[in-house]
């Protein structure tokens, strides 16, 4: 299923719990169930979906004001002069962070609860057939995780968009040599430079934003109350399990079906979270990369805040756009070193959709 053909389903779907919830007075939100792959897929489509609305506004106002400064006599400037301009734009976007991290954080904040109650509720039934009993109220581990988790992300949207500021001054000034070098004139030079960076090209690259930060919020909460259900149950180890379809990565394909500690896993999360640093995530629980070495081959690694990278395993057959095999690996770590790693929960990477299971 193509991504715009998923989006229309989930948007008719939610539609239709619309009406459920006017003319019925059923609250379908309540019966969504992180642990189940579409319902997850919900979650984190809504999630986006309310951060977009909260975010679009305030990046097309900055955006708008930012391009405006782009319209200037680009031939007749010196060398300095075209310098200045794109630096001042560039100045320009700066607010962009400061005046949406607030209602990203508010977002978060409101909706994690509601993953992680809803998490534990699915658990709960999960591990009765034990005789376990998990409480599915939040406890204060519990909102002091999601409360760094929200900080954490907030961390990531900020360098999100000094990221984009640093690409734009860096393709501002290619743009702006390449007309030059073209002959073209200042509407012509102004008008390529609009179309590459104008706000609704700055909205369509934050769309595709917004759902990784929604979907690393979702599934980070989902997987912490998850380990703590599973260690207020008595549950020792959990089974990594990947949603096998022809979207599956390589990363996930190379660590379905491994047995990690409930233990080791847990104290990752209180590790980042007494750290105090938000930034620390990147080095304690490391997303797993897919790409390749100095030779070429391809390869899964980690890569610490540094730049240092860890051979996770090379990539022989990969599993991408596969239904059924789980792809040919070489050279992997072991389950006992991806713990020791910190690569040992879902997300492993943008758009993970991933989950943990226990071990009966």
Known sequence: MSDELAEDLLAGIDAADEILRRVFAVDVAKALDPTRPRDFERIVERLRRSISRATESTEVEILTKAMGLLDVDWPNLTEEG?????????HAMQPIADRVIGPVESILTARGPDVVRGTRRAT??????????????LTLEDQRIIDHLVRTQAHYVRDEYGRRREGFSR????????????????DEITNDLVERFG??????????YWNVIAGTYANRSRTWAQLASFEEAGIERYVFEAVLDERTTDQCAFLHGRVFEVGRAQQLYRDVEDSGDPESVVDTQPWIRAGRDESGNRILFTESRSGARTLVAEVVQSRVGQRDALGEFRNGRSTAELAEMGACTPPLHANCRSTINPEF
Do not use: F
């Open 82 to 90: 075209r310098g200045r301009i794109v630096d001042a734009v560039a």
């Open 124 to 137: 709960s039934r999960q591990v009765a057939r034990l005789g376990a009993r998990v409480g599915i109220s």
């Open 171 to 186: 393709v501002a000034r290619e743009v702006v040599a390449d007309g030059l070098g073209k002959g073209l004139g200042r």
């Open 199 to 208: 706000p609704m090209a700055g909205i369509n690259r934050s769309r595709a």
